[in-house]
């Protein structure tokens, strides 16, 4: 898809388009878009090589498979501004070769010493920051391959009172490079409805996800979350879609985290073994308010480093 120009002052707009998906007769005028202002964004313009703001994000560390039986450790470097015109955060996935006398990462993999095959990143802005409803959106690229699993999502701010999954998350855009390089995953997870058992849709691109940029959002509003696909809705999740009987847990503030996974249960096979790097590329983060409603929360560091 075309990319799109860099927003600079831009604080508030009319979601045209956006509106007349969600609300099919706005074009016709009979049924206001939404209104969205924006509250908060990241660009990712700076120095390459430099990461991302401090102040807003934090890094998840280390191997062990994250209990998916990953093949990647995390470590604090592999999450890096390109220093292109357009501006990008670039999250690097890298095949490196362990000193089997000395294996720092391990991953529970069928390798010498259990040994990580890869290193890569994992941001996230818990303690920093927090959103609860509106319009999240973020321009991305996603890798190629068999075993990639970039993800864009949230969890429950509570995490660390209320274990998952109580706690809630929702993945905005989950991609497999394996047999499935059309599709995004957008999927919902609380008590009842998690790993496998999550509430789940797909949308399916014309051309493979990796080809090109895509925006994935979600708008969320109370009891009702809806997924989209470069502005089209294809997955939508409510208290009586999780069903009687099961706690709809989204109600409440959440925090947000970008990764690059290699391998894992989701992604259900080996990585390709002439697979030596893979790139998740993100343009930009965006939050709006949809209609007035919507909340960023945090500390005051994080909140001005995003602010529009």
């Not at 990319?3 to 206001?32: D, E, H, M, R």
């Not at 075993?147 to 991609?175: H, K, Q, R, Y």
């Not at 399916?204 to 080809?211: E, G, H, N, Q």
């Not at 690059?260 to 992604?267: K, Q, T």
Request: hydrophobic share 40%.
């Amino acid at each position: 898809m075309p990319k799109f120009a860099k927003l600079t002052a831009l604080t508030v707009i009319t979601g045209v388009a956006l509106g007349a998906l969600l609300n099919p007769v706005a074009a016709s005028g009979k049924t206001k878009a939404p209104v969205l202002k924006m509250l908060w964004h990241q660009e990712f313009n700076g120095k390459a090589g430099t990461g991302p703001s401090t102040s807003i994000f934090n890094y998840d560390l280390g191997g062990g498979g994250w209990g998916n039986q990953e093949h990647e450790a995390y470590v604090d470097d592999h999450a890096t501004l390109d220093g292109s015109k357009q501006g990008n955060l670039v999250i690097s996935a890298t095949r490196y070769s362990p000193n089997l006398n000395d294996i720092y990462y391990t991953c529970p993999i069928n390798t010498q010493g259990a040994a990580c095959e890869f290193l890569s990143s994992r941001i996230q802005t818990q303690g920093n920051l927090q959103f609860q409803y509106g319009q999240l959106s973020a321009r991305i690229k996603v890798p190629s391959g068999d075993g990639v699993w970039p993800a864009f999502w949230l969890l429950g701010n509570d995490i660390s009172t209320n274990a998952w999954p109580n706690c809630g998350e929702i993945d905005i855009m989950e991609a497999r490079g394996d047999q499935y390089p059309f599709n995004v995953f957008g999927t919902a997870h609380g008590p009842g409805y998690s790993g496998a058992d999550g509430i789940v849709n797909t949308a399916v691109s014309k051309a493979p996800l990796s080809a090109g940029y895509h925006i994935f959002t979600v708008v969320w509003q109370k009891n009702k979350i809806q997924w989209l696909l470069d502005g089209k809705v294809y997955n939508t999740v409510t208290p009586s879609i999780v069903g009687a009987g099961k706690e709809y847990v989204f109600n409440k503030p959440f925090f947000l985290i970008l990764n690059l996974a290699m391998g894992g249960n989701f992604v259900g096979g080996p990585v390709d073994p002439t697979l030596n790097s893979a790139n998740m590329s993100i343009d930009w983060i965006r939050y709006y308010s949809y209609n007035g409603v919507g909340k960023v929360t945090g500390t005051k560091a994080a909140i001005k480093a995003g602010k529009p």
